[in-house]
């Protein structure tokens, strides 16, 4: 039976929550002490992912340590899940939104507004 709900797997991420502070360059995410926290995600474990983030955020000589965060603010709408979605045994679906945010398994960080092109 064809199911329209995606399937979410594992993505090997840990979301820090919000005040941890995000390791790309410019980027003040949960610098600051007002209320205005964002989620984080550490690196991937899988070596190839992991390598793809630090890629993508371009810091020199950057080696991200396990608690090492990227804010959501860095990643395109399309890599984060905002609801789970589950097909009942009568094939109606059950849509619940997520009271915390994850990332999808293909995710990388790929906004950068402070940091030239």
């Known amino acids: 039976m064809w199911n329209?709900?995606?399937t979410l797997g594992n993505t090997?991420?840990?979301i820090?929550?919000?005040?941890r502070k995000c390791c790309v360059p410019g980027c003040n995410s949960n610098y600051n002490n007002t209320d205005n926290y964002v989620s984080s995600?550490?690196?991937p474990k899988d070596a190839t992912r992991k390598n793809q983030w630090e890629k993508s955020i371009n810091r020199t000589d950057f080696i991200p340590s396990s608690t090492?965060?990227?804010s959501i603010r860095?990643?395109?709408?399309?890599f984060i899940i905002k609801e789970d979605c589950v097909v009942r045994d009568d094939g109606s679906?059950?849509?619940v939104p997520?009271?915390?945010q994850k990332l999808t398994n293909d995710a990388y960080p790929s906004i950068f507004p402070n940091q030239p092109s």
């Open 4 to 6: 329209p709900c995606p």
């Open 12 to 14: 090997g991420l840990i």
């Open 16 to 19: 820090m929550g919000k005040g």
């Open 41 to 43: 995600f550490t690196f």
């Open 68 to 70: 090492a965060v990227v």
């Open 74 to 78: 860095h990643f395109s709408s399309e």
């Open 93 to 95: 679906e059950l849509v």
């Open 98 to 100: 997520r009271k915390i």
